[in-house]
C-alpha cells in the first residue's frame, strides 16, 4: 500500500519570505501523480500544483515549485513571496496513473501560519 | 460553470441514527470519490464511482455506503452511526475523459457531528 508522510504539523513563515514544507512517500509504482492540496480555513480544498513521476522536471506553478526526488521518494514544495493568502492546511497526496484509479492518498497536512 | 456542492452544509445527529449526504459534481464530470476528514485520521478515501458503479473502495466497515445516479449526482449513506464517525465528509468529481489526467474538484464539505 502507498503512503504519504508530512513530518511537519506546523510551520511559519514571514510574509514575503520562502517556505518549504517536505513530503515523503512510499510506493513500488513506477509510474504515479504527486500533488499538493492547500485547504484555506473552512474553505474548499483546491490543487496547488502536480507533479507526474515520469517527468524529471519540477513543476512550477507561479510562485509555488516543486522539488521532485524520485529515488528518495521526496516531494518537497516551495513557496516563494508568502503572502497572508497562503495561510492554510497543505496536504500532499499521491495517485496510481491507471486509468479508474481517482484513489488519493493524503499526508497528514501541514498547516502553514503567515507572520504579516 | 458551478462548482462541486454538497449538502447539507452542516448535520447533527445521535449515535444509532443514520444519516445520508449528498454530492452534486461539476456538469459533466462523470467520477465522484467520497473522503472522510477527522483531526485523528486525516484524510481517508471511503469510495469512488463512475457511471454509477462503484470502482474503487476504502477501508471503511459495511455502515458506509454509496451510490450514484445516472445525473453522476452521488449519495453516502451511513447507518448505526457511532461517535467516531464525526467528520467532515468531502466529495471530489473529476472529468474523467480517456487516459489523460483529470483533476479532481473538492466540495466545501459536509461537517456531520455525532453525539
Known amino acids: 500500500a502507498q503512503t504519504v508522510t508530512q513530518s511537519q504539523p506546523e510551520m511559519s513563515v514571514q510574509e514575503a519570505e520562502t517556505v518549504t514544507l517536505s513530503c515523503t512517500y512510499d510506493?513500488?509504482?513506477?509510474?504515479?501523480?504527486l500533488f499538493w492540496y492547500k485547504q484555506p480555513p473552512s474553505r474548499q480544498m483546491i490543487l496547488v500544483i502536480r507533479?507526474?513521476?515520469?517527468?524529471?522536471q519540477n513543476a512550477t506553478e507561479n510562485r509555488f515549485s516543486v522539488n521532485f526526488q524520485k529515488a528518495a521518494k521526496s516531494f518537497s514544495l516551495k513557496i516563494s513571496d508568502s503572502q497572508l493568502g497562503d495561510a492554510a492546511m497543505y496536504f500532499c497526496?499521491?495517485?496510481?496513473?491507471?486509468?479508474?484509479?481517482?484513489?488519493?492518498?493524503f499526508g497528514t497536512g501541514t498547516r502553514l501560519t503567515i507572520i504579516p | 460553470k458551478a462548482g462541486v456542492t454538497q449538502t447539507p452544509r452542516y448535520l447533527i445527529k445521535t449515535r444509532g441514527q443514520q444519516v445520508t449526504l449528498s454530492c452534486s459534481p461539476i456538469?459533466?464530470?462523470?467520477?465522484v470519490s467520497w473522503y472522510q476528514q477527522t483531526p485523528g485520521q486525516g484524510l481517508q478515501f471511503l469510495f469512488e464511482?463512475?457511471?454509477?458503479?462503484?470502482?474503487n473502495k476504502g477501508n471503511f466497515p459495511g455502515r458506509f455506503s454509496g451510490r450514484q445516479f445516472s445525473n453522476s449526482r452521488s449519495e453516502m449513506n451511513v447507518s448505526t452511526l457511532e461517535l467516531g464517525d464525526s467528520a467532515l465528509y468531502l466529495c471530489?468529481?473529476?472529468?474523467?475523459?480517456?487516459?489523460?489526467?483529470?483533476?479532481?474538484?473538492f466540495g466545501p464539505g459536509t461537517r456531520l457531528t455525532v453525539l
Open positions: 507533479q507526474e513521476a515520469y517527468k524529471q
Open positions: 456538469s459533466g464530470h462523470r467520477s
Open positions: 471530489a468529481s473529476s472529468l474523467v475523459k480517456g487516459y489523460d489526467y483529470n483533476e479532481q474538484f
Open positions: 510506493t513500488s509504482e513506477s509510474d504515479y501523480y
Open positions: 497526496a499521491y495517485r496510481r496513473t491507471n486509468f479508474g484509479n481517482e484513489k488519493l492518498t
Open positions: 464511482y463512475f457511471s454509477e458503479t462503484q470502482r
